[in-house]
């Protein structure tokens, strides 16, 4: 069972605290992923839907038990801008700086590792400006480096899933995934949002199996 910060919860309800820690044993018992992947999911899910309240502050202290550096946190935030909107991740980052004062987490570590370059990321985008602002954005947030090519597929999975957006850019996502992760991997990454919300996570499921048997 991987180690989770639960005890604020406790404080409020502890059946729901219960309630949490056996949903994440179910959840972070999938094998396809690894637990720092399945954190920077969870703490992405939060920055797409703008939910900065106790959630939040408890995922970014178990990225912070778990040695996630406080860059590889800021890395987060800037590849998830373009998915969840740039105030948003402006709110993460306003956020994370108070809950990492608040844990006396060293903020003084190198920031920014990226290549420089933009990666070639492209979207089935009709609209030329759209199109071109895509992959502008897109590009310069997939030249991350701080977060593996793994890590940042299935982060860009989680923000489709939360924001119900399962189309033809979902699917392209999912062929971004497959160049980095087996179909089995992809299928727990998908999995593991169900905590998130079930039903988002089935309708993702049902979406990702055509794109698989395609």
């Avoid at 940042?152 to 957006?165: C, G, I, K, M, Y």
Wanted: hydrophobic content about 45%; overall charge negative.
């Amino acid at each position: 069972m991987v180690d989770l910060p639960s005890s604020p919860l406790a404080d409020i309800d502890p059946e729901f605290e219960k309630l949490a820690l056996e949903t994440g044993g179910l959840t972070f018992g999938l094998p396809g992923s690894t637990p720092r992947e399945k954190l920077l999911q969870v703490t992405a899910h939060d920055i797409c839907r703008a939910n900065f309240g106790l959630p939040f502050r408890m995922h970014i202290t178990a990225l912070t038990m778990h040695g996630v550096p406080y860059a590889d946190i800021l890395s987060l935030i800037r590849f998830v801008a373009p998915y969840a909107g740039y105030p948003s991740a402006a709110g993460a980052l306003g956020r994370v700086a108070e809950i990492a004062a608040g844990l006396g987490i060293d903020t003084t570590t190198e920031r920014s590792r990226v290549t420089g370059e933009t990666a070639d990321v492209t979207l089935p985008v009709a609209d030329p400006w759209m199109a071109e602002f895509c992959a502008s954005r897109l590009g310069r947030a997939w030249s991350e480096q701080r977060l593996s090519p793994r890590e940042r597929a299935f982060v860009a999975l989680t923000a489709h899933v939360s924001q119900r957006s399962l189309g033809e850019s979902f699917h392209r996502h999912v062929q971004f995934a497959r160049t980095v992760a087996t179909p089995d991997e992809i299928r727990d990454a998908v999995r593991f949002t169900a905590e998130l919300g079930v039903t988002e996570a089935i309708a993702a499921l049902e979406s990702l199996e055509r794109v698989l048997a395609a």
